[in-house]
């Protein structure tokens, strides 16, 4: 008995041996690159347009909806070669888990033929054909039966360190960064995120949560986290560092996405200024008094004020409620010591509404005094300082920053002013100017 038990365990490893172990192998689609993604972004407009022609595009894969992110959606990019930037689109599909048939740095055939393309928001999609309760054509997601005729998973798979792209947060503000992977570097949260969690029910914006991403000089973007995301409740990171994701847009909002919680590094020590005033102790509509800032009037006399909208403080200086044929007004800061730090870097953002014209006659300028003595602006020494401030083509109240700027050379105390100039009499210089999150950075 036990012979014949040895007999069979020796002939069922003599068959193991004869059994070879199955390779797993990679079908290469047999398809043929016949246009350019940037081609079809010229071709496409607002409105969800059916695409006749049997074209076909290729692109790599930079988005994951792994960590739950990313919902129904793949973002895809081309790869930046010489002189020819980087294109990104997105495609809805009714379908999860993409990731595991489109992994990151996955370069995929894309069939466009029958499918519909639109711009939203200035980034290219391509999709289905959805109709809205209202009755407007729009992109919708292409079916869990089709997606995979639509898109191609190839057997070319590249590390993504050959697709991303080192960026500012201002460089990174553009339509032509949407859709594509970006690492913005030497970052942080803003305070209001600090303490709390990537995801809070308190600050749900349609499932998520839009917290800031701050530079040094003083750009912002929105970082924005689903509900489903697996990182969501995890506490956001105090430090500075840098953030890999995927550009966004909504509306006229740059909004910042990552795929995986891992994306986001920010061991750096955080990035402190040492002067701040964000407003958010102001009154609405009345004149603007906060302690150790004067508010002075140097022709007419509308003064500055302080505003709230949409619970953020901020002061504004706006013409449409004046008839003078010139107003000049002024909002100083209190004294900034700048002893024991070097490298002192100034930026605060703005926004205008209501503007009819760019004119020097209805602008928004910024100065920096070492004699200004609380009172009298016109006895002052005052030095202009190159800024960013809005233009008409900026959107209606969206803030942008200032831009760094230097002010290395100063030392001791200063004044940091605001000067209005504009007329209530001309009604094509009316509008306002709001100013917002000022803040000066420097080394110790």
Known sequence: MKKLILFFVLSLIS????????????????????????????????????????????????????????????????RETEGIPAIGFSIP???NNTYIDYRLGNKVFVKLKNQFTDLYYGGLRVGSLYV?????????????????????????NIDESQLVKSLSVEEALSDSKLNTLIELNDVEFTEAALGRHYFEESNNVGGSTN????????????????????????????????????LTKFGTDYQFMVRYESDIVMNGKRN???????????????????????????????????????????????TTSTTAAENVA??????????????????????QHDLKVDSPLNTLEVYVSTDFDGASVTKAKWIKLKAKVPTLSTPTRELISSGGIDLSIYSGSINIAFKYIGSGKDKTLNGAFMVDDIKIFGEK
């Open 211 to 246: 917290w800031y991403l701050r530079d040094k000089t003083g750009n912002q973007i929105i970082f924005r986290t689903s509900s489903y995301a697996k990182f969501a409740n995890h506490d956001v990171p105090e430090g500075s560092g840098k953030v890999k994701g995927i």
């Open 93 to 95: 599909i009714d379908a």
């Open 330 to 351: 002024w909002l100083v800061s209190p004294k900034i010591n700048l002893s024991g730090y070097k490298n002192a870097v100034l930026s605060f953002r703005s926004a």
């Open 15 to 78: 068959c193991s041996k004869d059994v070879e172990t199955p390779k797993l192998a990679c079908t290469q689609p047999n398809l043929i690159v016949n246009k350019s993604v940037e081609k079809v972004y010229e071709l496409s407009g607002t409105t969800a347009k059916q695409y006749l022609y049997d074209d076909i595009i290729e692109a790599y894969v930079v988005s994951s909806d792994e960590e739950g992110n990313f919902f129904k959606t793949i973002s895809l990019q081309t």
């Open 272 to 318: 402190t200024p040492f002067f701040s005033e964000d407003f958010q102790s102001v009154k609405n509509n009345v004149n603007f008094a906060l302690p150790g800032w004067s508010n002075i009037v140097e022709k007419a006399t509308k003064l500055w004020k302080s505003m709230v909208y949409s619970g953020n403080g901020y002061a504004e200086f706006n």
């Open 132 to 156: 809205s309760n209202a009755g407007d054509p729009t992109i919708g997601r292409i079916s869990q039966n089709e997606y995979k005729n639509v898109l191609n998973a190839s057997c070319t």
